[in-house]
């Protein structure tokens, strides 16, 4: 099943020039993708498209075979809570506990509260922050705000991950459990679309990419590590 | 802490708003002019009623004082004559010179130089209820027995009293109107200064898939807390205000103002102003952020 594609897509702000030009993608269920290309080539504008942040100023774009278009403003919500994103600046909010900010997406999906703090507690865990459950998000070091923007974007096991520059501001090492964690979500279906400027990783994970340049898209194949890593996931990352 | 616990997660932290501060106090100023109003209204109508209850079909003849006491009596016996033998005129009584006296007292004192003044007999007429008297029939006629006396019909300063007391409680109703669209206004600038502070969590909300009506909610029982808040305490202001009031009007002589009688369903309206208020901030809020999130995509 395709889960995103976006023809002939075009992008502006305001009556600035198009940051998105001609954009036409396809990515089906279960695919890792990816997304590369210079500072300001317009990553993170593409990935604001897909989690439905903005509406292109042309082309068209299907999300789960809607086209957003055509879709009741409605019926959004909806779309959007099949979607994970992890946002660049991880947009935690700062006036609740770590606990409470990987719940909101199922507070938001008006999941039983019994649920929400089984589930919660069970992935805060396996990402190594069941110590840090009531800490608010200000007090963590950067490597453990990503984790809990992580797992915020995943706690309703979305079908589509978005993830923009999720590896920018944390250790090699950290970067590389990250991603298996995510191919771990990737195994269980969840279609992953990841921007990053870490050529090596792109290079060690080799998957397909989403390159990027003064606006314009190209999918192209992955890029062929020397050597695929022998990290192993293991029961929880630290 | 939160006046009332919803059993929602408030994900806006909208507790530590500037507006969080003051809106009680302003909601609480409102609710206090509005319970005045509300009250003024209903003394005016109580005193309107009252007023017409009291003079409604019944007239007052007076008879000017005469040379000697056996004159006035003929002009008087004359006088009655003619009105108990009108087919509108139900009962016609001299009133005592006492009660004359005891009428002139909150104006001219508790004087015994009132005891020697010459003052004009008074005759109180009951009429049939809504038969229509010729007054300048009868006039004419009492004139022929009695030079000089008059009637005086109460339905005309009734007219004017009712007319006067409707215009106040216009007045009052207008007043409670502007307090109305005050609060509206207030709170729905309110809630859009706590839209703009907290942008930032509301995007977030809003890009995980909260509905609008979830984040909408979080506002409206916001407003709603402080709504019944400030409305109980501008409640609680306006208790002592009644009772200050009350105990002046009851120093004022009751030959001058009738007694107020204030319904159920009034104390009811004044009792129930919190929970109005509580309601208008709820809804005022609802509004106020379901139009602003439809701008959002």
Same mark, same amino acid.
């Given at each position: 099943?395709?889960?995103?594609?976006?023809?002939?897509?075009?992008?502006?702000?305001?009556?600035?020039?198009?940051?998105?030009?001609?954009?036409?993608?396809?990515?089906?269920?279960?695919?890792?993708?990816?997304?590369?290309?210079?500072?300001?080539?317009?990553?993170?504008?593409?990935?604001?498209?897909?989690?439905?942040?903005?509406?292109?100023?042309?082309?068209?774009?299907?999300?789960?075979?809607?086209?957003?278009?055509?879709?009741?403003?409605?019926?959004?919500?909806?779309?959007?809570?099949?979607?994970?994103?992890?946002?660049?600046?991880?947009?935690?909010?700062?006036?609740?506990?770590?606990?409470?900010?990987?719940?909101?997406?199922?507070?938001?999906?008006?999941?039983?509260?019994?649920?929400?703090?089984?589930?919660?507690?069970?992935?805060?865990?396996?990402?190594?922050?069941?110590?840090?459950?009531?800490?608010?998000?200000?007090?963590?070091?950067?490597?453990?705000?990503?984790?809990?923007?992580?797992?915020?974007?995943?706690?309703?096991?979305?079908?589509?991950?978005?993830?923009?520059?999720?590896?920018?501001?944390?250790?090699?090492?950290?970067?590389?459990?990250?991603?298996?964690?995510?191919?771990?979500?990737?195994?269980?279906?969840?279609?992953?679309?990841?921007?990053?400027?870490?050529?090596?990783?792109?290079?060690?994970?080799?998957?397909?990419?989403?390159?990027?340049?003064?606006?314009?898209?190209?999918?192209?194949?992955?890029?062929?590590?020397?050597?695929?890593?022998?990290?192993?996931?293991?029961?929880?990352?630290? | 802490?939160?006046?009332?616990?919803?059993?929602?997660?408030?994900?806006?932290?909208?507790?530590?708003?500037?507006?969080?501060?003051?809106?009680?106090?302003?909601?609480?100023?409102?609710?206090?002019?509005?319970?005045?109003?509300?009250?003024?209204?209903?003394?005016?109508?109580?005193?309107?009623?009252?007023?017409?209850?009291?003079?409604?079909?019944?007239?007052?003849?007076?008879?000017?004082?005469?040379?000697?006491?056996?004159?006035?009596?003929?002009?008087?016996?004359?006088?009655?004559?003619?009105?108990?033998?009108?087919?509108?005129?139900?009962?016609?009584?001299?009133?005592?010179?006492?009660?004359?006296?005891?009428?002139?007292?909150?104006?001219?004192?508790?004087?015994?130089?009132?005891?020697?003044?010459?003052?004009?007999?008074?005759?109180?007429?009951?009429?049939?209820?809504?038969?229509?008297?010729?007054?300048?029939?009868?006039?004419?006629?009492?004139?022929?027995?009695?030079?000089?006396?008059?009637?005086?019909?109460?339905?005309?300063?009734?007219?004017?009293?009712?007319?006067?007391?409707?215009?106040?409680?216009?007045?009052?109703?207008?007043?409670?109107?502007?307090?109305?669209?005050?609060?509206?206004?207030?709170?729905?600038?309110?809630?859009?200064?706590?839209?703009?502070?907290?942008?930032?969590?509301?995007?977030?909300?809003?890009?995980?898939?909260?509905?609008?009506?979830?984040?909408?909610?979080?506002?409206?029982?916001?407003?709603?807390?402080?709504?019944?808040? $400030?409305?109980?305490?501008?409640? /609680? @202001?306006? *208790?002592?205000?009644? %009772?200050?009031? &009350?105990? #002046?009007?009851?120093?004022?002589?009751?030959?001058?103002?009738?007694?107020?009688?204030?319904?159920?369903?009034?104390?009811?309206?004044?009792? $129930?102003?919190?929970?109005?208020? /509580? @309601?208008? *901030?709820?809804?005022? %809020?609802?509004? &106020?952020? #379901?139009?602003?999130?439809?701008?959002?995509?």
């Amino acid at each position: 099943m395709v889960i995103v594609k976006l023809e002939n897509v075009g992008l502006r702000y305001g009556v600035g020039p198009e940051v998105l030009r001609d954009v036409s993608l396809t990515l089906e269920e279960g695919a890792f993708h990816f997304l590369t290309g210079p500072s300001g080539a317009g990553k993170s504008s593409l990935l604001k498209l897909m989690y439905l942040a903005h509406r292109p100023t042309r082309g068209l774009i299907s999300l789960f075979g809607s086209d957003i278009a055509t879709t009741g403003r409605d019926t959004l919500p909806a779309l959007r809570r099949q979607v994970g994103v992890v946002f660049q600046e991880f947009r935690l909010l700062d006036h609740m506990s770590t606990f409470d900010n990987v719940a909101l997406p199922m507070r938001v999906a008006n999941v039983h509260e019994k649920d929400i703090r089984k589930h919660v507690t069970e992935l805060l865990t396996w990402v190594g922050l069941k110590d840090h459950m009531s800490a608010r998000p200000s007090t963590l070091s950067g490597g453990q705000q990503q984790r809990v923007a992580l797992a915020r974007a995943v706690i309703t096991r979305p079908r589509l991950l978005l993830a923009d520059e999720p590896t920018g501001n944390v250790d090699d090492k950290l970067a590389v459990r990250l991603l298996h964690l995510l191919e771990e979500l990737n195994k269980l279906g969840t279609t992953i679309v990841m921007a990053t400027h870490n050529e090596g990783l792109v290079r060690q994970f080799g998957h397909p990419r989403i390159c990027i340049e003064d606006g314009r898209v190209e999918q192209m194949g992955p890029l062929r590590p020397a050597h695929r890593p022998n990290v192993r996931m293991e029961g929880k990352i630290r | 802490m939160s006046f009332l616990s919803f059993n929602h997660h408030k994900d806006v932290p909208l507790d530590k708003d500037p507006g969080t501060r003051f809106l009680p106090w302003l909601i609480a100023f409102m609710v206090y002019l509005a319970a005045l109003s509300v009250v003024a209204t209903a003394i005016m109508q109580s005193v309107s009623a009252r007023w017409e209850r009291g003079v409604s079909d019944t007239l007052t003849v007076q008879v000017p004082p005469g040379d000697s006491v056996k004159q006035d009596q003929a002009q008087i016996e004359g006088v009655l004559k003619i009105l108990r033998a009108h087919p509108a005129v139900v009962l016609a009584e001299p009133i005592a010179r006492t009660h004359v006296v005891s009428l002139l007292e909150p104006w001219l004192g508790n004087s015994r130089a009132l005891d020697n003044m010459p003052l004009p007999h008074l005759i109180d007429v009951s009429l049939r209820s809504g038969m229509d008297v010729d007054g300048q029939q009868l006039v004419d006629a009492m004139n022929k027995v009695a030079p000089g006396a008059t009637m005086d019909d109460h339905r005309i300063w009734l007219d004017r009293l009712i007319r006067m007391s409707q215009t106040l409680e216009w007045g009052a109703y207008i007043v409670l109107s502007l307090i109305v669209l005050a609060s509206i206004g207030t709170v729905f600038f309110v809630t859009k200064t706590g839209l703009a502070i907290h942008q930032d969590v509301i995007e977030v909300l809003h890009l995980i898939g909260a509905q609008d009506t979830y984040i909408a909610r979080q506002f409206a029982e916001h407003a709603l807390n402080l709504g019944l808040r $400030g409305g109980l305490l501008g409640l /609680a @202001a306006a *208790g002592p205000t009644f %009772a200050g009031f &009350a105990y #002046l009007y009851r120093q004022i002589d009751s030959a001058l103002l009738p007694d107020i009688d204030i319904g159920l369903w009034q104390w009811a309206t004044v009792m $129930g102003l919190p929970i109005v208020a /509580a @309601a208008m *901030g709820y809804l005022t %809020a609802r509004v &106020a952020v #379901l139009r602003t999130l439809r701008k959002m995509v």
